[in-house]
Structure formats: C-alpha cells, structure tokens
C-alpha cells in the first residue's frame, strides 16, 4: 500500500456507516492533498478529523458490498479500496487512463463503477471501471467540453447526476451518449474547484471546495434534491477541513450485516453440512423408509 504525497488540497467525501467508528452515519472526508480524514455532521456540517490516508483522492463511493471505494488522480490513478478502521488505501489496480485529474466516481444499483474526470488533452469524460482490476473501459465525451465535475451520483430511478462547478448547477448525465442536461442552478454563487455528492438516508448531500484554492467555494455542505434540485445550506465546514481545493467527492452509507445474522446464516450452513454427511440419513432413504414431504420454497 503507498502513501503518494501530493502537495494541493482537496478533500473528499462518503457517507460512514456504523461498521467505521463514526455514529450516526456521518459524511467522511478525505483531504486531497494531505490525506486527512474528516467525519462531518449532516447536522451542521461541523467537521472533526479522524484519521490519515493516501494523498491525491479525487472520488468516493461504495460498491454493492459496502466497501468504500475510492479513485486517485494523475498519471498513476488507481482505483482502492480504504480500510476503515486503519485509513490505509489498498491498490486494486492502475486506471490504465493516462493524465486524470478531478471529478467523481459513482457506483449504481448494479454495482457498475463510473468514474468522471478531465482526460489528457482536457476532454471531459464518463468511463467505466472494471471493479476487479481497477482498469478504465472505454470513455465517452461529455457533451459540455469544459465542464468541471465536482462528484458524481446516482439517483434512485439509475440516472446519473454531478454538480458541475463552471456552470454552477445540478447536472444529469446520459452515460452512453454524455449528453448533459441542466437540472437546477446551485445555491452558492461559487461551488468551487472540487466538491462531492452523496446520499444518507435517503438525503442528498453536495459540498463545496475550500476558500483558497484559486477557485474559491464557501467551504459548505448543503442538502439537496437530485430531482428538483431544491436546496439547503447545512453549514461551513471549518478551515482545517476545507484548507485548500477543499471538500472533493461524497458516497453513499454503509451497512454492516449485523453480527446476529452472521452468526445464523453460519450456524445454518454448518447444519446442513452436516446433514450431507450424515450417513443415517443416506442409509434410510437408500432403505426405504421414507422421507419427509417437501415443503414448498419461500
């Protein structure tokens, strides 16, 4: 596992689920350039730093089991996996894409990865990843060329959102044409360099970068709806959190499989491991002795 320095700042986010220390299921933020890791209230968007990881984070989400996926940026992007209990970002494999650099990644409810980033030579593209070795498929060309992606989302009807921060609005995405279409206009003036979407609860999220990074943002989490794009200022996020480019990229909450269902569903497949190799069973069937009806399934 490397621990790339990078030296902007950025921040990105996901949603944290009780199996990753944070209660409530609060927002997790990942600073860009110095790897910070925040919880941040969907309260009033107070952020506490909570550990450390990998530099150069541009996007989060989860994937169908609830492990928190994130991508990098840069010639070296990668897709990875963060640990969170430890923060350590584990490698699944290169992107493959050349220079990338911002955007989101987003996973839908076929656990299909997309990443969104501007490409070498500055085109703006949605991509799938392959979630088994982390390689870029073939990228498509957003119909805004000079739009800048600051997170991705799916909604619950499977299109895709962004915010897009040049043109300051909510955004939907066709993902195999990359016509984007104008949903509503953002209530900050200035969403900033980078920013991030999620979902908790059923409530969308977005954020906006940091107030200097040459592109500033007010450095806030808002609540938002994906549909209507009516939207809620939650409040600043602090100075240490938004340093920099700032907040970057949201997913969506974990949930953990509770230890009780663990424990059955063992429990459930040992018995009838057993019963495969109880010879009893065999021999009396074999004799003829009958066995018991079957019950219909369900």
Known sequence: MSMKVRHRTRVTLALLGAGGGLAHADLVGVNYSTG???????DNAAATQIGQTATGIMGLDRDAGGSLLAITDGLAGT?????EQSWQLGTIGRLGAGFTFEGGLAVNAGGEI???????????AIFRIDHF???MGQNVLLSRASIDL????????GALVAIDALAGDLVSIDVSTGQVGSIAPLLTPAAGAVGGLAIDNGVAYYVT???VSGADGDNSLYSIDLYTGEQRLIGSLGAEAGAGFGIGALAGPSVPTPAGMLLLSGAGLLSAARR??????VSTRRAGQGTAPRRPAG
Request: charged share 20%.
């Open 36 to 42: 910070g890791v925040f919880s941040i209230s969907t």
């Open 150 to 157: 600051n997170g991705l989302q799916f909604r619950g009807d």
């Open 79 to 83: 897709l990875g996996v963060l640990d």
């Open 114 to 124: 997309y990443g969104g980033s501007r490409l070498s030579g500055g085109g703006r």
């Open 209 to 211: 970068s940091g107030m």
């Open 276 to 281: 495969r190799r109880d010879p009893s069973r």
């Open 133 to 135: 070795s982390g390689q």
